[in-house]
């Protein structure tokens, strides 16, 4: 069974940073991509970044591109996802997911 539980979040002024984690258990972790998501106030969840199983392919979305950086060890079964240059508008829940499943996420507020 799938298992993810984020931790990170927080309050942060613009311009402010954060490193979001997530731990995995329940599956092989390794031999899946793995993708963070987040869910502002009153709108649909979206793809923020995803990660190949080994860590050397990542995508993002072009929001978050060239301020977000996801990573990932396998190791210890964990994905992070530094984000600096935080803006307003990354105000979300953010989640990580894969094989359909997600945790229960984690407050990121960004806010003056």
């Known amino acids: 069974q799938v298992h993810l539980v984020e931790s990170g979040g927080g309050m942060v002024q613009p311009g402010g940073s954060l490193r979001l984690s997530c731990a995995a258990s329940g599956f092989n972790f390794s031999s899946y991509a793995i993708t963070w998501y987040r869910q502002a106030p009153g709108k649909e969840r979206e793809p923020v970044a995803t990660?190949?199983?080994?860590?050397?392919?990542?995508n993002y979305a072009d929001s978050v591109k060239g301020r977000f950086t996801i990573s990932r060890d396998n190791a210890k079964e964990m994905l992070y996802l530094q984000m600096n240059n935080l803006k307003p508008e990354d105000t979300a829940v953010y989640y990580c997911?894969?094989?359909?499943?997600w945790g229960q996420g984690t407050q990121v507020t960004v806010s003056s």
């Open positions: 990660i190949s199983t080994t860590g050397r392919s990542t």
């Open positions: 997911g894969t094989l359909g499943a």
